[in-house]
């Protein structure tokens, strides 16, 4: 489906912030609010609009680490670890990746003895390297609309 000009409108104001009501985002884009629900709900039909989510600070709850962890598996260690990563609640996010390490992951710690730990857990499925994020540089970027050529 090619996203008309309307619905990227939409969804701008979406990304801005998810918890405005369709009567406002109707304001901003001039439609009315059935007709911003309807699109919202088409465009969640179709996988455009994939979720709506609250984005909680880590250190805002306690924990005092986020860091960017790479793993290049062992032979035939990628696909079970590929299991084992959905369960470890530190992940907050996990990519399979091209290069010399196959899975970078985001994740959160309590502190560096959790850090620790942690790795402790990866060292079965293979090497890994840990980057310590120090602060966001750019944070949730939204999505823009493609430019046609």
């Known amino acids: 489906m090619s996203i008309d000009r309307l619905n990227w409108k939409i969804l701008k104001c979406l990304q801005e912030n998810a918890r405005q009501s369709n009567a406002e985002i109707g304001r901003q884009v001039g439609i009315t609010s059935p007709a911003v629900s309807e699109r919202i709900k088409k465009m969640e039909d179709l996988g455009i609009i994939q979720n709506h989510i609250t984005l909680i600070s880590p250190f ?3 924990y005092q680490l986020k ?12 696909k079970p670890f590929l299991e084992k990563v959905k369960t470890f609640d530190e992940v907050v996010n996990c990519y399979r990746i091209t290069g010399n390490e196959n899975i970078v992951m985001e994740v959160v710690l309590k502190n560096q003895k959790h850090l620790e730990t942690f790795i402790d857990q990866l060292i079965v499925y293979g090497e890994s390297k840990t980057q310590i994020v120090l602060s966001h540089v750019v944070k949730n970027n939204a999505i823009k609309p493609l430019l046609k050529n």
């Open 60 to 62: 805002e709850v306690g």
């Open 67 to 78: 860091a960017l962890i790479t793993l290049h598996a062992f032979m035939g260690k990628l």
